[in-house]
């Protein structure tokens, strides 16, 4: 009596093409679709599950002061009274020292406060507004952390 031995294709031995060209376009078309809603649901779950609540740096479509801006960075001080910087920059004259600047937000230093000063870039735009803030530990000479979670509203 004779054995006949089958050799079976081991998994690396199938022709991967084989199998992507066996499947008929509608399932191609499936799997495709598939795939980009599920990674589509995971973004959406990701950023709305990740997001801060809070105002962060909505802008007020009411507003009726003098300048709003979203918080762009804070910088070190050295006499007390802390440089927020604007990511939105008005022309040099726009608000000086006395008038009154809000931050809303979703931050520990948010409030009402007094601008000391102003500081102007190089393109004669107001770059910043110093006042001294309540609840602010600094973090390096730059602070980004706080970038883009508040709204800094200057009347």
Known sequence: ?????????????????????????????????????????GAYLFYFLNKKKGSGGKMDANFTGKWQSPLSYMSNTTDGYYPIHLAIRPPSGTFAKGDT??????????????ANRTWDDD?????????????????????????????????
């Open 1 to 41: 009596m004779k054995v006949e031995r089958h050799h079976h294709a081991s998994l690396e031995e199938v022709d991967n093409s084989v199998l992507i060209n066996s499947m008929t376009k509608a399932t191609k078309i499936i799997i495709g679709i598939s795939t980009c809603v599920l990674v589509g649901l």
């Open 101 to 114: 600047v809000t931050i809303d937000g979703d931050v520990p230093f948010a409030g009402e406060y007094t």
């Open 123 to 155: 393109n004669g735009n107001i770059g910043a507004v110093y006042v001294s803030l309540k609840g602010y530990v600094p973090n390096g000479k730059n602070d980004k952390s706080y970038s883009g979670k508040a709204t800094i509203k200057i009347t």
